[in-house]
């Protein structure tokens, strides 16, 4: 069974995937990336019998008519967090201004080119009313490089993203989140996609990983749906 996956749940679905494939009697193979490039996938045609993006983009395919109606699936909450190098100092973002100041103090800070918060993070920025000064200290990798490995290599002194992208990766320490009143909390979910082979079985499989998942999500740096 094909599956694309955004890398915000790659770490859940990756510590599934064995029994889930003993579950179903199935094999899956897994295409992992962030939600947008995946979504412009399968709305190019592109064959995936599951789908786990957002669940706002989840909700677009189905009104397409690119994924099944009735198959979303939630399966977890997930915010953006704030990482450094491993023994380095952690900032104080705890607050707004708090993050404002320690953005405006680092060197140089890394977000993702396309993914979800890599997206959400200049209007962070903008809020702040620090874009036009951050503007020389943004690391912006190209699609698919972890921001975690960037701080790790000391190629950024700070990193935004996903937190459940950040903490997989050795060589960093997650601060925290951004502050509530900066937050972007993301859903992510499961749909199946038009082009599924069996999509009844696609369906009970999203639901394997809704349930499978939830003894996972605190410790992935996620929450329940």
């Known amino acids: 069974m094909k599956i694309f996956c955004t890398n915000g749940l790659k770490s859940v679905l990756i510590e599934l995937a064995p029994a889930l494939e003993r579950e179903h009697a199935i094999s899956l193979s897994t295409t992992w990336g962030a939600t947008v490039g995946l979504a412009r996938e399968i709305a190019g045609g592109a064959q995936a019998d599951l789908a786990i993006l957002t669940g706002e983009v989840v909700d677009d395919l189905i009104a397409r008519g690119k994924a099944v109606a009735g198959s979303r699936v939630d399966l977890a909450r997930s915010g953006i967090g704030v990482a450094v190098c491993k023994g380095a100092p952690r900032p104080d973002i705890g607050t707004a201004d ?106 009970a499989l999203a639901q394997s990983i809704a349930r499978a998942s939830r003894p996972l999500l605190a410790a992935k740096g996620l929450e329940p749906p």
Not at 144 to 161: D, S
């Open 98 to 203: 708090a993050l404002r100041q320690a953005l405006l103090a680092a060197r140089s800070v890394a977000h993702s080119k396309s993914g979800q918060s890599g997206l959400y993070f200049p209007t962070v920025l903008e809020r702040l009313g620090i874009a036009a000064e951050m503007r020389p200290k943004l690391v912006v990798p190209e699609s698919g490089i972890a921001i975690g490995e960037v701080v790790a290599k000391g190629e950024a002194e700070i990193g935004i993203q996903q937190i459940s992208e950040l903490l997989p990766v050795a060589g960093v320490e997650v601060v925290g989140p951004l502050p509530p009143s900066l937050q972007k909390i993301t859903i992510f979910s499961a749909g199946v996609p038009a082009m599924a082979t069996d999509p009844r079985a696609a369906l």
